[in-house]
């Protein structure tokens, strides 16, 4: 089975089998929805293909998320063709984006996670010293850490707790985008040098 988000212009999914093999392609717009979401996809998709009856109640569970998240999605394309061109390389002078990402997953995530996009901010950011953004599907590092008296447990410990974003989607609770649940937190405090780096950040 092979699944990828797409970016289509509108809220658009597609299912087929070629080969023994199933294709699935769904809108970026769904990256980050809730599990339930997700499922109920999965459930429209799979009785499409297989032409059986559509489950009422998982059709609504799809509809109304997409309805209600209509307006964010015009906003999340504006975004996206606006900001296509920061997403600047993941090189850096000392360290490298990917290299490090590719060494976490292996380390914390048995490689599961999917790579992103990997970006150094355009300035040596103090306020934000890391984000995900699911609407480029990427993960931005200031490049503030880009500098060889930073440790590389710090800039680590930056892009592990910016990978558990990706393995705890945001649930959206009002404006508020930045979710850190108890179960994102309990696997935080999994990385070893926590203490170091937590120091290391207070003197930055
Ligand atoms: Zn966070």
């Known amino acids: ?5 797409y970016p289509f212009a509108n ?29 109920a996809i999965a459930h429209v998709l799979l009785a499409k293909l297989y032409r059986k009856p559509v489950d009422a109640g998982q059709l609504g569970r799809y ?5 209600g998240h209509d307006i964010s999605a015009k906003a999340h394309l504006l975004r996206q063709m606006r900001g296509r061109k920061r997403i600047g ?20 995530f048995h490689g599961l996670l999917a790579r992103p996009q990997m970006t150094w901010s355009q300035s040596k950011s103090r306020h934000s010293l890391g984000h995900y953004d699911p609407s480029h599907n990427a993960i931005v590092i200031s490049r503030v850490f880009d500098h060889s ?9 930056i892009m ?11 649930k959206l609770k ?11 937190l309990a696997e935080e405090r999994l990385f070893p040098q926590l203490r170091e780096a937590k120091a290391f950040l207070k003197v930055l």
């Open 1 to 5: 089975m092979r699944l990828h988000f």
């Open 11 to 39: 809220v658009n999914n597609t299912i087929r089998m070629r080969e023994g093999r199933l294709h699935v392609r769904l809108s970026d717009l769904l990256e980050g929805a809730p599990e339930s979401v997700l499922h």
């Open 63 to 67: 509809r109304r998320y997409v309805a």
């Open 89 to 108: 390389p993941a090189g850096g002078d000392v360290y490298h984006l990917e290299e490090v990402f590719d060494d976490l997953n292996q380390r914390f």
């Open 149 to 157: 008296r930073v440790p590389r447990y710090a800039l680590e410990y």
């Open 160 to 170: 592990y707790h910016e990978m558990l974003h990706l393995r705890h989607p945001v």
């Open 174 to 184: 009002g404006s508020r985008r930045c979710v850190h649940s108890k179960e994102f």
